[in-house]
Nanobody, 112 residues
């Protein structure tokens, strides 16, 4: 079955950096579009970034220039490098593929 396992969340000060990883199994990773979404308390889930099988990327306006999504097909892993972080980046971050597959989420907290 499809498994998406996130890691790398935690507590960071504003202006700091974190890198999230998502290890995927049960899918043809190299041909799959992968994404990161997030959900803050009391807010709707939103797409943060997406990367296609050809490594084309899209980003939410709120993270452009600060976050970078990348993939390593040899490791079946997708990454989200988060720099210049802000308190409003605080959320549970989910790895996604397709419309129906989500990881368990990893908490990211940015203190001011």
């Amino acid at each position: 079955q499809v498994q998406l396992v996130e890691s790398g969340g935690g507590l960071v000060q504003a202006g700091g950096s974190l890198r999230l990883s998502c290890a995927a199994s049960g899918i043809s990773f190299s041909s799959s579009t992968m994404g990161w979404s997030r959900q803050a308390p009391g807010k709707q889930r939103e797409l943060v970034a997406r990367i296609t099988s050809g490594s084309r990327t899209i980003y939410a306006d709120s993270v452009k220039g600060r976050f970078t999504i990348s993939r390593d097909n040899a490791k079946n892993t997708v990454y989200l490098q988060m720099n210049a972080m802000k308190p409003e980046d605080t959320a549970v971050y989910y790895c996604t593929t397709g419309a129906q597959y989500w990881g368990q989420g990893t908490q990211v907290t940015v203190s001011s």
